[in-house]
């Protein structure tokens, strides 16, 4: 897909949970800038494919100052693959987490476009969006690059890998729902998340 069709994508889901209006305030980062961005994702430049995990289990003192807060654990695999007929790294996204209140696994996936640049620089972001008007997440990273900002507003979401029309619903951000930061760790901690035995061979050796 062109950059020119992805590029309002990406500020879509890169946006999340904030005003709409936000999106004159993005802008197309340069080649080096998204190179920056990339080694800073994937701590270190990635080569043919890459792999960065972040993983968040709140503990009940977190939740007893958050009480609308519905997710208890949340994980996040961003990967990145080079494409040798467009040359260009192409990003995607899976989610897992468990709620509060609910038994049960819950994940969601999709496909990142190109890293988003606020004007002022203060952040950037990858827009990551799910098929079919799934909504998406916005991801950034923290200053020391230890852990992803992860904001939503809305995200189609499936229970136990059942990516069924009876198993479909969606996260809806709420007053303790709509911004995550989680913690970079080990990729084998995202090991959950993937489902092909090749893609979780090449995520094992990381």
């Known amino acids: 897909m062109k950059l020119a069709l992805v590029l309002p994508l990406v ?14 305030d993005m802008r197309e980062p340069t080649k080096a800038e998204a190179e920056t961005f990339n080694a800073r994702m994937y701590a270190g430049t990635p080569g ?3 792999y960065a995990c972040f993983v968040r289990h709140y503990d009940a003192e977190h939740l007893a100052r958050h009480p609308k807060q519905e997710v208890a654990s949340m994980k996040l695999l961003i990967s990145a693959e080079y494409d040798k007929e467009d040359r260009e790294l192409h990003n995607s996204f899976r989610l897992g987490f468990r709620y509060r209140h609910r038994s049960g696994d819950f994940d969601s996936s999709g496909s990142c476009g190109h890293a988003v640049f606020t004007k002022n620089g203060n952040e950037v972001r990858l827009g990551c969006g799910v098929d079919c008007e799934g909504g998406g997440i916005g991801v950034a990273l923290s200053k020391d690059d230890k852990s992803a900002i992860v904001r939503l507003a809305r995200v189609r ?12 619903e969606s996260l809806v951000a709420s007053a303790d729902d709509g911004i995550f930061r989680l913690d970079r760790t080990d990729t084998s901690e995202c090991a959950s998340l993937v489902t092909d035995r090749k893609e979780l061979a090449a995520l094992r050796h990381k």
């Open 11 to 24: 500020l879509a889901a890169s946006i999340g949970a904030a005003r709409a209006d936000e999106a004159d």
């Open 48 to 50: 043919d494919k890459a």
């Open 157 to 168: 979401v499936w229970q136990n890998n059942k990516p069924d029309n009876d198993a479909e």
